[in-house]
């Protein structure tokens, strides 16, 4: 099992452009959650998805940040435009049908927003 | 969900077992008590879960009061790689209305010495 897959590892950019995180959640997992976590907050929850729909995003910061699941398998967290406070590391993570206890969290993406 | 309480550090000495408190004083009859850690630059990993009976696994165990306003979790045997912050979680199972999401607190911050 290769775990919660996630893509960049570190992502440094400037202010203004566009980020896009990428997630690939374990195999046969139908929930798939989006963290965000900085010294200040913690971990923050942004967005979760049942079966590949948003069920809720009421932790997503602005309307600069949008999340996708086209499938079982991708989903992608996209900035645009960046910020400085937007620098944080963003977990995915997934679990399995009738597992309610147990997330398991990708290694993260270490945003750097200059 | 109900809100917990940890002490934010604690050190513990290599080979020895490790205590590590959590109270969660509101937690109602439907909740159930969750631990996961996070090793630095890794994602949150879960541990141990538990509802009113003791609870142990391969990673540790839960001991939960009587009248399950707190509970401990022993790592029986500390090691050097057991340093991670922990994470004490109470949560609704089953929640549809909740959407099955955990909210992270600050956690215990553990250092282990040898």
């Known amino acids: 099992d290769a775990g919660v897959i996630q893509s960049p590892r570190h992502e440094v950019t400037e202010m203004g452009q566009e980020v896009t995180l990428r997630c690939k959640p374990i195999?046969?997992?139908?929930?798939l959650f989006w963290y965000r976590q900085t010294m200040m907050r913690g971990l923050e929850l942004l967005i979760y998805?049942?079966?590949?729909?948003?069920?809720?995003d009421s932790g997503m910061p602005e309307d600069r940040f949008s999340a996708k699941m086209p499938n079982a398998s991708f989903s992608t967290l996209k900035i645009q435009p960046s910020e400085p406070r937007d620098s944080a590391v963003y977990f995915c993570?997934?679990?399995?049908?009738?597992?309610?206890?147990?997330?398991?969290f990708g290694s993260g993406t270490q945003l750097s927003v200059l | 969900d109900a809100k917990t309480t940890q002490p934010p550090s604690m050190d513990c000495a290599e080979g020895r077992a490790a205590n590590l408190p959590c109270n969660h004083s509101t937690i109602s009859g439907n909740e159930y008590v969750y631990w996961y850690r996070q090793i630095h630059s890794q994602g949150p990993q879960y541990i141990i879960h538990?509802?009113?009976n003791n609870e142990t696994n391969a990673m540790a165990s839960l001991i939960i009061t009587e009248d399950r306003k707190s509970s401990t979790l022993i790592l029986p045997h500390a090691t050097l790689r057991d340093t991670a912050v922990y994470y004490c979680i109470v949560r609704v199972h089953g929640d549809k209305a909740a959407g099955n999401k955990l909210t992270f607190g600050g956690g215990t911050r553990v250092l282990v010495k040898p």
């Open positions: 538990g509802l009113k």
């Open positions: 998805f049942n079966n590949n729909v948003p069920i809720d």
């Open positions: 195999s046969g997992h139908n929930s």
């Open positions: 993570a997934s679990r399995r049908r009738g597992s309610n206890e147990k997330l398991f």
